[in-house]
């Protein structure tokens, strides 16, 4: 069936000021077939039943054949009644009519009810929904096929908008050159990697990492429209994906045609720990999470010689305190020697960041690559498959990796006070920073030694692998 001609009924927009965007002219044709859609027509019993689940109503008729539900349904349109299954006796069956035929649909309940994916309150929403997508999919069903060939997500929308937040983004950084700054110390070594190690932060440049999209299920209320295709996402619920982290909202089909280009929203971000790494970091537009930053700026200035560094614990209240104070003020954080002098606070506060994080820095896809190439024993070639292994993580994670191993190779530097070498670390932060995909504990434990010893060769060989 031909689409009819575009209407400008207002839909979803992407989070913005009103001022700066304006919704495209939504596709009308889906939105008019569910208007048009039959409407649900309950047909009650007249006697009680006895047998009557109690989260039934009068629709339910007991143990009736299908020829006598199709007799009670009438050929009406929408009509719909319960009746006990004959053929599974104490299983339910949805007689529904639709299309000139009754359809029967074995009926489920667990709390909510449901015969396919969807969880309805009622029974009468359950069969309105699916009277709206029957309808929908028998009457546009060539249309709905090629309803993603032509999509307006290039044109209109979120992607203007993020095309403009980074073409802003992009000028700001031209006209405000960005540099690395080192800083001098006499104790350091004057090699390449000591004056790596060294890094103090400064102004970065822009990281534009990409990102794929958080897709969930959700609920609109009112009419919605997908900002990828520009049709209506038609249903009573669960009628498209929004996107947890940026709020794009696209019917289901659609969502695995967007581009990984989420650009998260802070107020979308309620956390700071436990926040995937690539949403935290393209939310605050930082090549790394500020809770690394900020944690390893603050050892480097007060910690580097204190004995047991990053192995002695600090107190449990003080690094929940530190957490959540990360999460309630993010950057503005204060981890200063006032708030926590000791330091232990702030290596245990950055040890419980990296564990907490939903997917390891070191991450799962490519955990099984690293624990293989510790099993080399040729030195050269275990460093060249460790290297490939680092080449496959996500840039955030890359980069997030990098920095602490150039951190950690610093803290070596301070052996003598700290008593902190590259296998003390690795023994630290192995399991810290690499976690088997399948969480098996008896995987984990055989898997330790190798977990150290990919961390103490990070560490040692940080200048020429990353």
């Excluded at 039959?38 to 019993?45: D, G, L, M, N, Q």
């Excluded at 050929?75 to 029967?104: D, M, V």
């Excluded at 296998?423 to 969480?439: A, C, K, Y």
Aim: proline share 6%.
């Amino acid at each position: 069936m031909a689409a009819s001609s575009n209407s400008s009924l207002s839909g979803s927009s992407v989070s913005s000021d009103p001022e700066d965007y304006q919704p495209p002219i939504w596709k009308s044709y889906l939105y008019q077939l569910q208007q048009e859609a039959p409407r649900p027509k309950r047909i009650t019993c007249p006697q009680e039943i006895e047998s009557r689940p109690k989260y039934y109503g009068r629709e339910f008729h007991g143990l009736i054949s299908r020829e006598q539900a199709d007799e009670l349904l009438g050929g009406a349109e929408g009509a719909y009644l319960i009746r006990e299954s004959q053929r599974q006796p104490g299983t339910c069956t949805l007689a529904l009519r639709f299309g000139g035929q009754t359809l029967n649909y074995r009926l489920f309940y667990d709390g909510k009810h449901f015969v396919g994916e969807k969880r309805f309150e009622s029974v009468h929403d359950l069969v309105t929904d699916g009277l709206i997508t029957l309808y929908i999919e028998t009457k546009a069903s060539e249309y709905i096929a090629k309803m993603t060939t032509n999509p307006i997500y290039q044109h209109l929308g979120y992607t203007s908008l993020l095309r403009d937040k980074i073409t802003h983004r992009l000028n700001r950084a031209r006209s405000e050159p960005k540099r690395v700054t080192f800083q001098q110390d006499d104790k350091i070594s004057t090699s390449p990697a000591g004056r790596r190690s060294a890094l103090k932060d400064g102004p970065e440049k822009l990281c534009n990492y990409e990102k794929v999209h958080n897709f969930k299920v959700h609920t609109f209320r009112g009419p919605h429209w997908c900002e990828y295709c520009a049709n209506f996402m038609w249903g009573l619920i669960a009628q498209g994906v929004r996107c947890s982290d940026c709020g794009l909202n696209v019917h289901k089909q659609c969502s695995k045609l967007v581009p990984s280009d989420c650009q998260p929203d802070l107020r979308r971000i309620k956390k700071v720990f436990s926040c995937d790494l690539t949403t935290l970091v393209k939310a605050h537009n930082t090549p790394r999470p500020m809770v690394l930053d900020m944690c390893i700026r603050e050892i480097e200035q007060r910690g580097l010689k204190s004995e047991g560094l990053y192995r002695v614990s600090g107190f449990t209240e003080h690094i929940e305190d530190v957490r959540l104070a990360f999460d309630r003020d993010g950057e503005k954080a204060d981890i200063s020697a006032n708030a926590y002098p000791d330091i232990n606070t702030i290596t245990g506060a950055l040890k419980l960041y990296l564990r907490d994080l939903p997917i390891p820095v070191i991450t799962y896809d490519v955990y099984s690559k690293f624990i293989q190439a510790a099993k080399i024993n040729d030195p050269d070639a275990r460093l060249e498959a460790i290297h490939d292994g680092l080449l496959q993580l996500p840039p955030a994670h890359y980069e997030t990796l990098r920095y602490l191993m150039t951190h950690l190779k610093r803290v070596t530097m301070y052996e003598k006070d700290n008593l902190m070498n590259a296998e003390n670390l690795g023994i630290v932060f192995g399991p810290t920073l690499m976690q088997p995909p399948d969480l098996n504990t008896l995987a984990s434990l055989n898997d330790m030694r190798h977990q150290k010893l990919i961390i103490q060769l990070l560490i040692e060989h940080e200048d020429i692998l990353f």
